[in-house]
T-cell receptor
């Protein structure tokens, strides 16, 4: 099955700086790559996703890039704010299911 | 729309007890799934269903059963609880079968097995 690796496991940035989280996947047939944000004690919620026919997608301060050849994709958050502090999960579709990375705990220091 | 609703929110079980975690969605989604979330291990797929009457195993199915008698409901049964099943459980649903569709999660069930 699909194997998704996510780095780093923890990330601290100063408010206003950028944050980058990276994921790799193993199944070349995967074609859907969502990112979820989970605040403490809450459910994961989709923040952005990208499909395999697109190399980059932006939504305000959030962007995702995909390199299908290298089988990696990244989440970029610019101008970070304290409310961006949360755990972020990447995922990849494989064998018709979503497989998740192990998560990155992002802390934005005011 | 209520979205995906899970009950209970919290549960403590003794080793060997059985219980059912309930999950219901009102979005007419075909695809439903159960994940468990453990520290440092992300979300791991337990079982999933692509429609009423159809279920299949995910990555970590041992010790769990599911059924899908209606489109709306997808209960998860713990047959004989073990401390290793202490976890947070999330039910999720999406419009289409796995790929290319946002997964909506329930609020989670925090289960402790003592």
């Amino acid at each position: 099955g699909e194997n998704v690796e996510q780095h780093p496991s923890t990330l601290s940035v100063q408010e206003g700086d950028s944050a980058v989280i990276k994921c790799t996947y193993s199944d070349s047939a995967s074609n859907y790559f969502p990112w979820y944000k989970q605040e403490l004690g809450k459910r994961p919620q989709l923040i952005i996703d990208i499909r395999s026919n697109v190399g980059e997608k932006k939504d305000q301060r959030i962007a995702v890039t995909l390199n299908k050849t290298a089988k990696h994709f990244s989440l970029h958050i610019t101008e970070t704010q304290p409310e961006d502090s949360a755990v972020y999960f990447c995922a990849a579709s494989g064998a018709n299911n979503l497989f998740f990375g192990t998560g990155t705990r992002l802390t934005v220091i005011p | 729309n209520a979205g995906v609703t899970q009950t209970p929110k919290f549960q403590v079980l003794k080793t060997g007890q059985s219980m059912t975690l309930q999950c219901a969605q009102d979005m007419n989604h075909e695809y439903m799934s159960w994940y468990r979330q453990d520290p440092g291990m992300g979300l791991r797929l337990i079982h999933y269903s692509v429609g009423a009457g159809i279920t299949d195993q995910g990555e970590v199915p041992n010790g769990y059963n599911v059924s899908r008698s209606t489109t709306e409901d997808f209960p998860l049964r713990l047959l004989s609880a073990a401390p290793s099943q202490t976890s947070v459980y999330f039910c999720a649903s999406s419009y289409s079968y796995g790929n290319l569709a946002e997964a909506f999660f329930g609020q989670g069930t925090r289960l402790t097995v003592v």
